[in-house]
């Protein structure tokens, strides 16, 4: 039982510490730029040692260790809503595809099965299998490719631009399946996020805007990169849409919004939302916090991924014991007691905890609460104010949910 704030935090990278203050010091930092010159400049890739055009927010925002709200409020602070646009509204993309998939939860099991599937087809192939180790050991001979596979093993971070040039080479030049890069990716990435992520690949590949695929071309990257690279030869030229073998499904309704309970709760945290003192509790009374641990067992995240989880949920832990004045445990996941550890543990209070939206973190946890709830406990998953405006947007095109920023940000009350 972790129950104080003297436990030693857990390191992660220097260059992304994992903490809310980190992010909260680089939000305050990058404030200034996020308006005129953000627009005119986000898109230059200047190199690793180069950022100052982009927040590098997004390990922060993907765990919540600071919120979609709090970095547009901060925004607005100094900047009008036209000032900013394109800034809000690349917050906004994540918005849009954790609500886009928080709608067709089949998408994200198909893509884990197609995953699982081809890695075990790939242990067969042996020639698929040394192409895919070139190209995510930097071994291709494409000199931008290279480096930015070995970028991201080394820094668990990619400019945005970076990451579409990528992807497209994995797909159209390298000829390889777009899963097992997306795999690749959401395994490396510090902000790995099975929403921004898978969905980002689907869109490149033209599954998720239908008949539109993006096409890396040479004179492109050499612009972008402010010529760190010569000119590419041998890119593909055409970039052929993929189909899906199933139909999308259709949007299905979001899950009723739980309620607050006004008595003593347990609250989980999880590496899904790592900022549990913003959470709306109502009257509730927290007794007792627990952190879940091990969300990411199964995949094999690469040990920076979860050096910076598991740190950033100890740091977690510990400001909990402070806000809360209450006991803070830790349950390993994927451990076999987990789910009697949890109830032992809970002793029959109301489990409060932030909604798990689609991914691995939900996949982990749910059965485990389905479990208590089966024993006869009761669990409230509440969605924050800032999902539940946006969401109920995100079933068609981004631009249908970019339309209703401005109302949404007043809904909101972080617009006039
Ligand atoms: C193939 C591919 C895979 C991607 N995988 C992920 C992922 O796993 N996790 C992830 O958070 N983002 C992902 N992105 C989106 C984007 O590349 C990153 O969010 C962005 O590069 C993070 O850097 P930043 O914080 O400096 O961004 P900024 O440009 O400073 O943007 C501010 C914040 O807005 C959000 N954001 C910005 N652009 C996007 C975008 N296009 N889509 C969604 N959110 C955005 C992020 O939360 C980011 O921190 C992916 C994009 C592509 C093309």
Redesign the pocket.
């Known amino acids: 039982m972790q129950s104080n704030s003297e436990t030693p935090p857990l390191q992660a990278s220097d260059d992304w510490p994992a903490s809310r203050s980190e992010g909260m010091e680089r939000l305050a930092h990058?404030v200034a730029r996020?308006g005129r010159t953000?627009a005119a400049e986000?898109n230059f890739d200047l190199g690793p040692d180069r950022?100052a055009n982009?927040?590098?927010?997004?390990?922060?925002?993907?765990h919540r260790l600071v919120t979609?709200d709090e970095?547009v409020r901060a925004v607005l602070g100094t900047h009008s809503l036209s000032g900013a646009e394109k800034?809000i509204q690349?917050?906004?993309?994540?918005?849009?595809?954790k609500g886009w998939l928080q709608h067709r939860p089949g998408v994200w099991d198909r893509y884990v099965a197609e995953v699982a599937q081809l890695t075990a087809f790939a242990g067969s192939d042996r020639h698929l299998m040394d192409r895919l180790e070139r190209a995510k050991s930097g071994a291709t001979g494409i000199e931008c490719f290279d480096a930015w596979a070995n970028e991201l093993v080394a820094t668990g971070?990619?400019?945005?631009?970076?990451?579409?040039w990528?992807?497209s080479i994995w797909i159209y030049t390298l000829n390889l399946p777009w899963q097992l890069?997306?795999d690749f990716?959401?395994r490396h990435?510090l902000?790995?996020?099975?929403?921004?992520?898978?969905l980002?690949?689907r869109?490149?590949c033209g599954l998720q805007t239908p008949g539109k695929t993006?096409l890396a071309r040479a004179s492109n990257i050499q612009e972008y990169t402010g010529n760190r690279f010569a000119q590419a030869t041998g890119l593909a030229t055409a970039a052929p849409p993929a189909s899906d073998a199933v139909p999308l499904e259709r949007a299905k309704p979001l899950a009723p919004r739980g309620l607050q309970p006004e008595c003593e709760i347990a609250l989980l945290v999880t590496d899904d939302d790592l900022n549990p003192e913003s959470l709306d509790l109502g009257r509730a009374e927290v007794t007792i916090a627990i952190v879940l641990r091990g969300t990411d067992a199964a995949p094999g995240y690469a040990a920076n991924v979860a050096t910076f989880r598991a740190a950033a949920l100890d740091a977690c832990g510990q400001r909990m014991a402070r806000h809360f004045g209450c006991p803070v445990a830790a349950i390993d996941v994927s451990a076999a007691d987990a789910a009697h550890r949890l109830t032992q543990l809970t002793r029959g209070l109301p489990i409060v905890v932030a909604q798990m939206p689609v991914g691995p973190t939900r996949t982990a946890v749910q059965p485990l609460l389905d479990a208590l709830v089966i024993g006869g406990g009761t669990v409230h998953q509440l969605r924050r104010d800032w999902d539940h405006a946006f969401w109920p947007h995100a079933t068609k095109g981004f631009f249908h949910l970019k339309d209703k920023i401005p109302s949404v940000l007043r809904e909101l009350g972080l617009q006039a």
């Open positions: 990058f996020a953000y986000r950022r982009v927040s590098v927010l997004s390990p922060y925002v993907r979609e970095v800034f690349e917050v906004c993309w994540r918005t849009y595809w971070y990619l400019h945005n631009h970076a990451r579409m990528f992807a890069g997306a990716f959401l990435l902000d790995g996020d099975a929403a921004s992520n898978t980002s690949w869109w490149v993006y």
